[in-house]
């Protein structure tokens, strides 16, 4: 633990000392060639389009509202040299249900294995959003928390302790306000941090006090890991599978976990009237 | 142990059975217990949440019961007021340069270069006017209506507009979420139809895919306010024309949502049958509206988009107009053989051959309906006409007004059911792709497009035979 939390104390230093001479270059559609994919993820109205349009220097629209996004929005950056494509993710609540929106958060998370997810998380509205970190955490160790609106919890007389947060999670944790552009220099020092490997990260695992259960998802996990080579969220794929998730069962049956299931290619409404 | 997909599958299967049906809860169950200690660990709240009251009292009012629907009624009228009284003198001096001024200096300088009659009209009678009309006609209401409407939905009202409908799409059977994606909707009906992935159930998405149509979007609003400001505000006295114009466009947005309930029941009580399932719909937290990043961003993002989508549709629709009204198929024009094949029709429905035939050249883009309408009238009676310069002097509402009453025999009849119709009519060609690729399937494709000309077609032929059955015209 102790390691751990300096770790994450080197990443904060760093975070305010080298990065003031960090080469941010937004390089809004050109992607060609990256070095690292990072996907934004967070519940709706966080404040991920604007963090979007932040780096990337994209104009994509805001809205103050659930829905906005539905689909994948792609950009680009550069950071002292090396070139990130980012992926604005629809706003979900839960990685856990049906809606299309939300299947194509988790399908990117899960198959597309983004170098660095950062979850947008509000700080006024923390415990809700975490649901979402947890889930995102079961997936991927390479994540960054986003904890953003963090203006909007001081109005409301409310304090966050990120240094807490982030030994709990075991992940980076960033204040922000996005709007104003407060906290954007730290999440990319962060990013950096995670996409190069430097910062290694513990993340927090949801605790199944059902015994049962939790040697179901290790049995299958452990089959999943001798099956698949480097699966790195077997657990979670366990998960889906133990709750009967079609799309999972499919992709392990026809051996196409692991690939990145492109945006826009549903099955279509009508198949799915069917199922 | 094999390791293979089939015994892992095998495996999944009998643990499953093992464990039961409360495998979701329990998980539920788990991430909310780790979620609610570490945030207890890491929130630490003070005395004062005022910020959150104040926001509670403003809720309290905007979806209250008595006041909400009064309000958003009231709203909707103010946005609509300032867009018609503030786009009136803009238009008018938009139209007189670029219609009257820009066009007289092109038809000189072709002049002054001996160019032959087909190519100046071509080009200049043809593409460059129907581009100056969508322009002059188009962009002042647009740049007033787009800011108003995005400050509206920066401060969070749409949610709350939503929270107000959600009685009503569930009372129809439909999924509560619909009233989002027809907010959507207001603005780009493709849109619209892509932000129906927030809906789980096939069912009622496919509801809310095919009755996004009669949330009027941006190509749709511009035709309502012109048409709405010349043949309605003008039959009031002068001081209330801009309210009464606002009024009925008012009136013809809420015409959109009672066809979407209706058509939503409908559509669950025959077709997709099915009970309207529930959802938790957050109303986020008021936020201060960023003045300059919402002026900045409905002025580049929406009026800009829009209006450069119009340009590039009229551009090639203004050719098309001047060919068809210039290539002759016997003592006729190509359009004069349309028009006059349709105006049965469209007399019978209220409305015009003209209009007809606008609505089948404007099927890749709603926006260029006003002033294809305005071109095919001035072409029908060309003889005399458009060489005396009135096509050239088309420069406020009132002289379009004229024009269409007297050139083109409109009366309010025709203004009240080319607005009903505007509302009530096919997708545009971008949205009807949309919707093929949304739902892969032909045959609710062809529902989603047709089903609203056919409404569009009854409404229409109703209000018209009320009309002279009561001796109105």
């Not at chain 1, 390089?27 to 690292?36: E, S, T």
């Not at chain 2, 066809?259 to 986020?284: H, I, N, Q, R």
Request: glycine letters at 8%; charged letters at 15%.
């Amino acid at each position: 633990m102790s390691a751990h939390a300096e770790t994450l104390n080197q990443c904060g230093s760093c975070a305010s000392s080298c990065h003031h001479t960090a080469q941010l270059t937004k390089l809004g559609l050109k992607i060609r060639n990256w070095d690292y994919t990072v996907a934004l993820a967070g519940n709706p109205n966080t404040g991920k389009s604007t963090i979007f349009n932040q780096l990337t220097g994209l104009h994509q629209h805001v809205g103050n509202w659930a829905g906005k996004t539905v689909t994948r929005a792609e950009g680009a950056f550069t950071l002292n040299g090396k070139k990130y494509k980012l992926v604005d993710l629809p706003g979900t609540y839960s990685l856990l249900s049906t809606s299309v929106d939300e299947e194509i958060a988790r399908d990117f998370v899960l198959f597309g294995q983004p170098d660095v997810t950062v979850v947008v998380a509000d700080a006024t509205r923390l415990e809700r959003n975490l649901n979402l970190v947890l889930q995102v955490l079961e997936i991927t160790d390479r994540a960054v928390v986003a904890l953003n609106l963090i203006d909007e919890a001081e109005r409301n007389d409310l304090t966050v302790d990120e240094r807490a947060l982030a030994r709990d999670l075991g992940v980076p944790v960033v204040p922000m306000a996005a709007r104003r552009g407060a906290g954007v220099k730290e999440l990319l020092g962060a990013i950096e941090m995670v996409a190069s490997g430097q910062f290694s990260a513990r993340p927090h695992r949801i605790k199944y006090i059902d015994q049962k259960l939790e040697t179901a998802i290790e049995t299958l996990a452990e089959q999943l890991r001798g099956e698949f080579d480097d699966l790195p969220n077997a657990r979670w794929v366990a998960l889906r599978l133990l709750e009967g998730d079609e799309n999972i069962i499919n992709a392990v049956e026809t051996r196409t976990l692991g690939k990145v299931k492109e945006a826009g290619a549903f099955p279509s409404l009508v198949e799915s009237e069917a199922r | 142990m094999t390791n293979n997909p089939t015994a892992i599958l095998d495996a999944a299967a009998r643990f499953r059975r093992e464990m039961g049906d409360n495998l979701h809860d329990k998980l539920t169950e788990a991430i909310y217990n780790d979620a609610g200690q570490i945030a207890a660990r890491a929130v630490s709240s003070g005395e004062h949440s005022s910020n959150k009251n104040f926001g509670q009292f403003f809720d309290r009012i905007v979806t209250s019961r008595w006041f909400g629907f009064p309000l958003m009624i009231l709203l909707l009228t103010v946005v609509f007021w300032l867009t018609i009284a503030g786009a009136n003198i803009p238009s008018a001096m938009l139209g007189e340069l670029l219609q009257g001024t820009v066009y007289n200096l092109l038809h000189d300088f072709a002049s002054s270069l001996n160019a032959p009659w087909w190519l100046s009209g071509f080009l200049i009678d043809g593409v460059y006017l129907a581009t100056a009309w969508v322009v002059s006609v188009m962009l002042p209401p647009m740049a007033i209506f787009f800011p108003l409407f995005t400050l509206l939905e920066d401060l969070g009202y749409l949610p709350r507009v939503a929270f107000n409908l959600d009685r009503l799409f569930k009372r129809a059977g439909a999924h509560g979420k619909q009233a989002l994606t027809m907010m959507m909707g207001y603005g780009c009906n493709a849109a619209g139809v892509v932000s129906t992935r927030i809906i789980d159930s096939p069912r009622e998405r496919l509801i809310a895919i095919i009755t996004n149509n009669f949330a009027i979007c941006n190509g749709r609003w511009g035709t309502l306010i012109l048409i709405g400001a010349i043949f309605i505000g003008s039959t009031a006295p002068p001081a209330l024309a801009s309210l009464i114009a606002a009024t009925s466009v008012v009136a013809i947005a809420i015409l959109g949502v009672i066809f979407t309930l209706l058509v939503s029941a409908f559509l669950s009580k025959t077709w997709l049958k099915g009970e309207a399932s529930s959802f938790s719909l957050e109303l986020p937290p008021y936020r201060p509206p960023q003045i300059w990043q919402t002026l900045y961003k409905s002025i580049i993002d929406r009026t800009f988009i829009v209006l450069k989508r119009a340009v590039l549709m009229a551009a090639p629709a203004g050719a098309v107009i001047w060919l068809m009204s210039n290539v002759n198929i016997g003592e006729a024009s190509v359009a004069a053989h349309l028009v006059s094949f349709l105006n049965p029709f469209g007399l019978l429905l209220g409305l015009n051959g003209v209009i007809l035939v606008a609505y089948i050249v404007a099927i890749p883009a709603n926006e260029i309906v006003v002033p294809t309408i305005l071109m095919l009238t001035l072409n029908m009676a060309k003889s005399g006409l458009a060489q005396t310069g009135v096509m050239s002097g088309l420069d406020d509402d009132l002289q379009i007004r004229q024009v269409l009453t007297e050139v083109g025999g409109w009366t309010i009849l025709t203004g009240v059911n080319l607005m009903l119709f505007s509302l009530l009519h096919n997708p545009c060609s971008t949205t009807i792709w949309t919707i093929w690729q949304e739902t892969k399937s032909f045959k609710w494709t062809t529902v989603a497009t047709l089903l609203p000309v056919v409404l569009g077609i009854a409404v229409c032929f109703l209000t018209a035979s009320v009309a002279r059955l009561t001796g109105l015209i």
